[in-house]
Structure formats: C-alpha cells, structure tokens
C-alpha cells in the first residue's frame, strides 16, 4: 500500500501524482470498511479524501494551522496525521473520536463537533499570529451546508477585514445534511455553473479574494490551486466543487441518507424501528396538519434524526420547512410564525437548542408566543463531547414564560403534543423520551393548562421519588428496591412539569416524608432537582439531587457514568439509609 | 402644527409632499426635545423620520406588517401610531416604553430590543400569511450595523427563498452603534458608490432583487420607490442610505456618542465619573497591553458600554477588535486567540452574553481556553424587559470548565483580572460590579488558582450570609440587622467563585450554624444559592436562597423589585426570625 509510507504529512511529498491517486483509493475502501464497522460520517468523509491529500501536499501542518469545520470530514486528515491506525486495524477502530480533536494530535487545533465555527476560530488562530508577527498560512475548511450558520456568517464577515494570509476552503458538494436551504444556495450553484466567473459572488461580496476549482476531487488541480494561494498575504476564498460520497455509488446518489450511517448499511442491515416516539409523532404531526392547514414543522438541517423522510415531507408540502444550518433563525421563525396565527412545531436536538438561547429568551419568550418545541435525545449518554446533550434542561427550564414539559409515556406525551399545538398562551417545550416507548394503554386526560401540577403515581411514605421524564422507570426501580429492602412504600412522583414547583403537592409531602429524592436524566446543575433542593430550604425535609456532573465526558460508557453519578437503585438506597 | 392632524397612518395620505417635510421636521424637534430630557436612543431616530414616514404613507399598517430590528428606530413609528403623546407631553414622556411593543399598540408586532432579528422574525410573519392564504406586504426594517449579527444573515439566507411578497428595508447610514466592521461593509460601501448599480451585491447573491434610495431622508423618492415595490411577489431588498443624526449638528457629525444619550446631553450636561470598574479596567489594560503584545481586548459592537473610547482604541491600535455585532464570532475568536498563545480580554454586557451560549459551552469551555471574559452590568435593575441583566450567572455557571467570578471591590477585581489575564488553565468570566466602586485600601494577594475558595469576612453563629458580588453590601447590612435584633454576629461570607461550591467551608458551617442565605444580584433558578441549597440538601442546615424571580419585569422600580424578592435585611430579618 502507498498507504505505508505515509504516517505524517511531510511524507506525501515524496509521491508522484499517480501515488497520490493510489493513496486516495486506499484511503477511501479504508474509509468505507471502518465506517461500515463503527458507524459515522460516512459521505463527508469521502468526499474530502483528495482535498485532504492536497492540502496537507502544499501547506506545513502543523506550522500551517488547518480548522476543520464541524469535523465531519475529518476522517482523511487522521489518516495522514499519525493516526491511520484507527483506520487499518480494526481494533483500534474506536481509538480517536470521528472529530478533530487536540488531546490526540498537535494537528488538530481545535475539539470541534457543531456546526459553522470554522471560519470564526480561525480567524482568531491569524489574529493571535498577527499579534506575534509569527507567519504561517492559517486555513479554514467550511462546507456549503455550514455556511448558512450565523457564526459561519459572522466569521467570513469578520476574516475578509484581517489584511493579512487567511484562506478559506470552501467544500461545496452542493449538500447539507439533507439538502440546502436558503439563497445563498442560488449563488454557490451560479458560480459552479460559470466556473466561478460570475460577477455577482457572495464571497467578494464579503470581501474575499476569490479562486474556483471545478473538479475538487481531482489532487492535481487542487494541489496547483493550493500552491497558488499558500503563503498568500490576504484573504481569500477557494471554493472547491466536490462529490460527496465519492467512491460508494448509493452515497453519491443518495447524499443525505448516507452522510451518517449506522454499522452495517452498506451490508444492506436495515435498523427499522417498530412503534416509537418518532413514529408516533410523526403520524400524529401528518394527522393534524391533514386537518389544520396552518400547522407547520420546522427543523434546522437534521430531518433525519426526527424520521422526516421524502414520504414525511412531500406530505407536508408548504406545511414544512428546513431551515439549514440555521438554529437561531429557525427559533425567531417559528415564534413569528405563532404571532401571526399558525401552528409551528420545531424539531431540535438536545445538543443543538444550545445554538438558540438568546432567541429562545427574546425572539420566543419575551414574546410569550405559542409554539410547540419538540428536545430530541435530551440525556446522558455515551456520545462524544461535542454532541452531549445534557444541557438542555438549565438552558430552557430558567428562561421566563417557558412551559417545558417531560413525558414519562406515549399516552403523556400525545396529550401533551395536542395540548401544546392547540393552546395560545405558552412557549411549551416537550423534551421527547429518549427511551424505548412505554405505553400505559389508557388515554390521558390531564388538562395540561393547569401548570406545574404533578401526578403521584404511588401513595408512600418516608421518602418521595420525584422521577423526570426519561428517569420515571429509574423511580419505580428504586421504589422497588426501598419497599424491599426497607420494608415501606415510598411514594413515587411523575413530575411532568420541569419548569415549576408544584408547591401543594410538596408541601403535603412534609406531614409525613422525611427524603425527596429528584432524578433527572441530564446536568444536575441549574435544574429540576436544583429548584425542589431550594423549595425544601427552609423546611427539614431531606433533598437529594440526581443527574450529571458538571463535565464534558467524551465516549464513556453509560454504565460508568451512572456509577459515577449514583444513578443506581443500590447506590440511591445506599444514600437514603445514610439519612433514615 | 401637521402633527396635530395626525393620530394614525391614514392621516398621512391626506397631507401634500410639503406637509410631510413639515411633519418630518416637527417629528424630528419633538424626538431631540424628549431624548434630551429621558435619555435614549438618539441618532438612530432622527435618521429614520423620513423613512418611517413613507413607510406609513404607502404600506398599510397595521394589516401590513413591520418589524423594526432592535427597535432603536421605533420612536418616528410611535408617533405616526397613536402614541404622539408620548412625545408631546412631558408627562407622557415615560409611558411608552422607547423598543416596540405589542401591548402598547396593534402595530407593534414584536417586543424586540436585541439587534439582527426582525429579518428572522419577518420570514415567519410572511410564511404565516402564506399558510393561511392571506394577503398583506411583510416589512423588514434593518439597520447596517445589524446586518453582521448571525441572526440576521441567517434570516436573510431563507427569506429569499420565500417566493412570495417579502420586503426587507435596509436603513444604511453607515454606522452601527459605533463604526461598522467587517467585509460586508466594504460591499455596502461600493453600493452608495454606484448608486446601487455594483454588479458584486451582497444582497442579490443571496437571491433578493434589490432597489436602491441614495437620499433616504427624502420622502418623496422614498415614497416612490416603496409604491414600486408594495404588493411585489417575491423578496426584494430597498437599500436606503440615511443620516443618522439628522437634524442635529453634532449628532450628525459625531454618530457614536449621540446613538444614545443620557438626559440633558445636548445642553451640554456631562457624566464625568471619577474613579469607577471602567475606568480601573482600562487603566489595567492599557498598561498590562504595554507591556504584553499579546493582549488584545474584543467587544462585539459596544465599546462605549466599556468606556473605551477613541484614545482607548488609538493606545491599543491592533490590540483592540470590535467585531461589529456578532458575539458568537467574538467568542469563538477570543478561544481561538487564547489557544494560539494570545491573551484575549473579551468585555461583554449580561443581556448580550445570551448570544453566545453554544459558543461559550462548544468553541470556548469544551476547548477549555484560557481567556478572560468581563460581564459588563449583570444584576437586577430597572431595565426594559428587552436589556435585563439577570440571567447570566444561570447561564454561564453550568457551562463546564468555566470559572465565573464575583468580585466586591476594587482590589479583589484587580487581583482576579491580574490572576485571569496571566493563567493558562481556565476559561474565567469575571462578572464587572455593577455598583459603585468600593476599594477596601488594602492589596488583595489571593490565589485564585486554588478554586472555590470562599473568604469568611466576618465569624459568627446561628447564621450565615453568602454575599455574591454586588450584594456582598447587602450581606453585611443583614448581618448588622441580625446583631441589633437578635444580639448576636452571624458569619458573612464572601464567595467570589461563583461556578463552584467552597464544601470544606460549608461543612465546617453545620457545627454552629443552623441557616445559610445566599443573596445574588440575578436570577435565582439555575444561579449560585440554589447550587448551596443542593449541597444541604443531605443535612439538617436550612437555606434560603435570594434573588430575582423567573420573569420578564419592565421597567420596575428598583425599590419595588427588592421588596418583592425581600432583598431587604428587614424583610430577610424576618424570615430568619420565623425558621430560628
């Protein structure tokens, strides 16, 4: 394999063309093989293999500083940068994350799993150089996908004004996650159609420099145009025209299927989920905008995550929008959409509302405006570090006139889908279950308009559980457990409501309960179990909190986290003796 | 006077050309005469009378529909919207609040005080028509300065997709609150050159058609080119060039100063302040940036927030970087800085530092870079609802890695900037006091690299008081009420570290303490009390936790908000009576 001579970059520079060629195919079936094993990006990653090669042919990394945008194409640069390992051997397959990441390798600048901060950080990394009068070539690798992103938007706005070397690779592969969205897009296809001769170029609009090449998948033209640019004294933008999924032919028709795949797809495995909270969203979202032509679903880019496919949104018609890679527009949107009278369900994922705050506090809130937010995978879990989503309860539960809302079970969860949709008063936010589905088999019939009242599942004594959303299963556990091992029945609570207190019920709960116990499938910090610790503080009333630390944990097993984080009936019951 | 006849909209299209240049100038001393006594935003206003003019006279508000970006432009539409009182009559001078308002009035669609939003917002107005089939023309108003936040590129990306009537009004007077940045600004500046003709438009690469106003306080050619484009049936951009200042010499010569002023600024009334946190802070960078060509300092937009004004920047020269309005970037640059061996100090105001929540979790603490962030007028206030200051400590707390400090006087603050500026490990925030300069006159030598490490400023019994930052004043005063009630000294404690809980010293509390209250100058849910109330959680101690409440509060009186959330040592006085 030409694959073995090269461990580091310095190394590509003693292959001939034709080598690099060879060394791409390689890179690619390896590609291919560990990502149908593990699982990840799979489309990105092809489709920058050459781009990759050329870059680290012509600039001087890790002297020359490459920022890899949301790193979903990162893959190749591991390979060439020590790291090829993790590629060959299948037992290292999950040695380094799927993103760029610097505690493995100097090469790698930044830990970086979100969207659209490319151009932004590297505007820094040539500020910082600037101030030292050091020189190196400092580029930014974004996709077409990322550019509609704010911080992406700011960033080129901000890199055009530096006046000193700043390159930005534009990766266009003319798709986002799912397909683009947005005007932007009408330009990118403009300059491919005339090879970058259009007069009217978003890019020198910003400010750039500007540098086109057709076959982006092609090293020698890369190289050549790479080799123009590099120790170039401004900025500049070189907008390279590549095919995702190059290599895998259902990838290169089906862009957005394959961009991420799961073990096994390209063995055919198909992972088709029976009844789940996704399908019964889904059917009911197609139910009720059938009847009210003025519900709307709106998501930012990841309509695959949600189960939103052709079918869903040729269905919907006018009815749904994808947004892009733009979360902060997509909240302002659906909040002007509820003022002015329509229905608008937004899709997110836990790890992604955090790109809303301010407009889920000023857009959305302030405004008090009725909509429907739906928080996909809100957790712990075993991902890695850039896609945690555990923060999703302290970011939205503290924002005024929120209603956020946590359902232990289908039957729950419908009723407070339709509550939320048809009622005009709340911004309500539903954090989906991220669990198998339960269901209870009997309708709910709760009035969810009466705020903050939570449902006592089980009449106990001594210890109440208040178990949130995904962790109600966890408190029956642990009832379990007390009324064996202590020989009482505890009482057990599903809250529903994070976003308050019910103060009656916990204060009934004084006469004859001596612990609260709260569980929260996420950051303990700033959340549900926070707020009942402060209700109780001036009482006697014992409180113990349950959810994560406050960290970033990276790919560690769930099992050791909830070890860590007590989130075990033995440990709970443990705590509970220590206090009775 | 021709504002006598008009009470609303209508009214203007019984008046002649003349009239309204008539009515323009009347507007324009009513709006000089009432900023220069309340305070406000000036210049924006006196540049938009024309605009808002013509606006009014061929759009048909309120069933067609503006959205007015940040809302610093909004007082010519108040007064053309029945609401003229409230600038006629100084006894109404304070009735209306100076952002739009819903409640205020039927064409006030959006409560908005946050910059770059109305383009998002007004995607969602026009697809809300859309969906219900409806027919009216959707108005953007823009500033340019508002153009370079994430938000409004992000709404101007999908608005022109929209394919049906949408109208985005861009007021360019070429300035944002202070100078503009960033390479957008160069295009806007080539458009007021060719008289819009430029083929390389920022604009019409993002799919807008586009018109151009060279005189955009003339409101004849305004009303001309509005006619032209009402009831159009796809998204167009109308670029006005306008004054800002307009009418006011020095307003209009000098555009940063007069954006807004503090009452009785044009009679020549001066706010000198003495020795002040901004005048200590810049005194700190100016000599520390000296000697360190590393340090920069960063704001997004608002240096005169920070009191750096044009000798500030001039000293600092490269040192110094307004990103213009966009704090994501400004996050994102200042980590990037700081991980390529700058030393950022990045000034931020409380109500802005909600732009950049995943900026701060992804680009800054999961990177764990090592800047310092100043958090400029964090605290309750009588703010409009759209400035509020208190939400960030919530939302900077539970971010990982960061550490987020509370100084309480000069010399602490000094200490803690020396220690940030200097270390490596942290991302630190500093949360700036909010209060008069307090200096204790003697050096601070703490070393804050020791974490979590609260000060016990005095020992007592029974009672413990936590004074965060500001309210560190407010602790002792609580403790001097305890001592003359109760007759004994409770402890007071200085925590200084917000992020973290100082458990070595809460545990030596239990022995002789039976309450701890904790006193935040923010809001409670998710802030620092309730993260010692969790920590009691286990044990007999009683807490009580004191701080703003979970609301929106819009211009309240200071006074009235302490008596509400008993931040008052009579009022705290009494609660501790009732547990002891």
């Avoid at 799927?98 to 830990?111: H, I, Q, V, W």
């Avoid at 039957?411 to 008063?425: G, H, I, N, P, T």
Wanted: hydrophobic share 35%.
């Amino acid at each position: 394999m030409v694959l073995d001579k090269v461990n580091f970059p310095g190394d590509l520079r003693c292959l001939s063309i034709s080598e690099l060629n060879i060394l791409a195919n390689e890179m690619r079936e390896l590609i291919i093989k560990k990502v149908n094993t593990t699982g990840g990006h799979f489309g990105p990653n092809l489709g920058i293999v050459e781009a990759t090669i050329a870059m680290h042919y012509v600039f001087d990394a890790p002297n020359d500083k490459f920022i890899f945008d949301v790193s979903h194409q990162c893959y190749p640069h591991k390979m060439l940068t020590g790291r090829k390992e993790g590629f060959i051997n299948p037992d290292m397959y999950y040695k380094y994350t799927g993103y760029t990441a610097p505690e493995e390798s100097e090469f790698d600048l930044f830990k970086v799993g979100h969207t659209s901060t490319s151009v932004s950080l590297a505007v820094g990394v040539a500020k910082a150089r600037d101030l030292k009068d050091e020189k190196y070539n400092v580029i930014a690798l974004i996709g077409d996908g990322s550019l509609s992103g704010g911080e992406a938007l700011e960033g080129l706005d901000n890199g055009a004004v530096l006046g000193t070397n700043f390159i930005v690779i534009v990766n266009d592969n003319d798709q986002s996650i799912a397909e683009n969205h947005g005007g932007l897009y009408d330009n990118l296809k403009l300059l491919r159609e005339t090879d970058g001769k259009a007069e009217c170029n978003f890019f020198k609009s910003l400010g750039y420099d500007y540098c086109f090449v057709k076959d982006g998948n092609d090293i020698e033209s890369l190289i050549k145009t790479f080799e123009k640019v590099r120790n170039i004294n401004h900025p500049i933008v070189v907008h390279i025209c590549t095919q995702k999924g190059k290599g895998w032919k259902d990838a290169e028709n089906n862009r957005e299927a394959f961009h991420w795949i799961l073990p096994g797809t390209l063995d055919g495995k198909t992972y088709n989920e029976g009844e789940s909270y996704n399908s019964i969203t889904n059917n009911f979202i197609l139910e009720k905008a059938k009847k009210d032509k003025t519900l709307i679903v709106v998501n930012a880019a990841t309509p695959g995550v949600f189960g939103w496919n052709d079918e869903f949104r040729n269905k919907l018609g006018r009815q749904y929008t994808d947004v892009g890679i733009a979360e902060e527009h997509a909240c302002a949107y659906v909040s002007a959409l509820a003022r002015s009278g329509a229905k608008p369900i937004w899709a997110v994922m836990s790890s992604f509302v955090q790109r809303t705050y301010d407009q889920l506090s000023q857009d959305l809130c302030l405004n008090n405006s009725p909509i429907t937010m739906l928080v996909y995978w809100g957790g712990i879990s075993s991902a890695d570090a850039t896609h945690l989503c555990t923060f999703d309860i302290p970011l939205i539960k503290n924002i005024p006139n929120m209603v956020y809302l946590a359902p232990t079970n289908k039957e729950e969860y419908l009723r407070m889908l339709e509550w939320s949709v048809e009622q005009d008063k709340y911004p309500v936010a539903i954090r989906v279950p991220n669990i198998e589905l339960v269901s209870v088999g009997k309708e709910d019939r709760t009035d969810y308009s009466v705020l903050n009242k939570y449902k006592i599942m089980q009449e106990g004594v001594n210890v109440a559980i208040l178990g949130l959303g995904n962790f109600y299963g966890l408190a029956v556990e642990v009832a379990a457990k007390i009324k064996e091992s202590l020989n009482f029945n505890p009482t057990v609570i599903n809250p529903r409501f994070i976003t308050g207190v019910d103060e009656e019920l916990m204060e009934s709960l004084k006469s004859n309960h001596k612990i609260v116990i709260t569980l929260e499938d996420g950051l303990i910090d700033g959340g549900f179990g926070e707020m009942i610790s402060r209700y109780y503080g001036n009482s006697d009333m014992k409180v113990l909190n349950y959810g994560s630390f406050k960290e970033f944990t990276d790919r560690t097993q769930l099992d050791e986290l909830y070890t860590k984080y007590r989130l075990k009936p033995e440990l709970i019951l443990q705590d509970i003796k220590n206090i009775l």
